[in-house]
């Protein structure tokens, strides 16, 4: 049974440019949500999608966007790249439900130069 | 907003010491608390959780008491093993209020067991 799947592993982007990132959630699971995690940092919640909607989201700026799709495979696109948006990018997937413990995938090394 | 603490690493210990990481946290309402593990190039992993007062989680010789008096949730292992070596995040979600799916994380301690 795979777990949260992440892909790329590693992306080097310029400034002011846009990257999209991809994740699919473990098998059962129908809610994703998204984390930043600044070197040395604790993640940062961005946003949660279920049923293809954005449910929640975070103190983050509107260049942050995502999408989930019917089969709960998610996007997260960021555009106009600045230096700080250099971090590991995170999927975490559920069952939606109070208890349902989250699912991390190892992550997306973002490297804005 | 909610937040959460941890003790500032990097923490070093040699092989079968006891571990404690101190963790508190600030929230509105009633939350659950977490403690991650995250190995070097790998994402989190739950590691043991707590949904409400006076609870204990406990797994792979880790534990950690949900103390509402103290806004408490540390870490601790009777003897730590080389392969505990990782970074360790406390963490609260507040399921009633904002999602199951929204964690607050600290910012990490760094442990290295050394042989």
């Known amino acids: 049974d795979a777990g949260v799947t992440q892909s790329p592993t590693h992306l080097i982007k310029t400034r002011g440019q846009q990257v999209t990132l991809r994740c699919s959630p473990k098998s059962g699971h129908d809610t994703v949500s998204w984390y930043q995690q600044a070197l040395g940092q604790g993640p940062q919640f961005i946003f949660q999608?279920?049923?293809?909607?954005?449910?929640q989201r975070g103190n983050f700026p509107d260049r942050f966007s995502g999408h989930q799709f019917p089969n709960y495979s998610s996007e997260l696109n960021v555009n106009a790249l600045l230096l700080g948006d250099s971090a590991l990018y995170l999927c975490?997937?559920?069952?939606?439900?109070?208890?349902?413990?989250?699912?991390f995938g190892n992550g997306t090394r973002l490297t804005v130069t | 907003g909610d937040s959460v603490t941890q003790m500032e690493g990097p923490v070093t210990l040699s092989e079968e010491a006891f571990l404690t990481i101190n963790c508190t946290y600030t929230?509105?309402?009633?939350?659950?608390l977490f403690w991650y593990v995250q190995y070097p190039g790998e994402g989190l992993q739950l590691l043991l959780k707590?949904?409400?007062?006076?609870d204990k989680g406990s797994n792979k010789g880790f534990e950690a008491t949900y103390r509402k008096e103290t806004t408490s949730f540390h870490l601790e292992k009777g003897s730590v093993q080389v392969s505990d070596s990782a970074v360790y995040f406390c963490a609260l979600s507040d399921a009633i209020i904002q999602g199951a799916q929204k964690l607050v994380f600290g910012q990490g301690t760094r442990l290295t067991i050394n042989p």
């Open positions: 999608y279920y049923e293809e909607e954005e449910r």
């Open positions: 975490a997937s559920a069952k939606q439900g109070l208890n349902s413990p989250l699912h």
């Open positions: 707590a949904t409400k007062a006076d």
């Open positions: 929230a509105t309402g009633y939350p659950s």
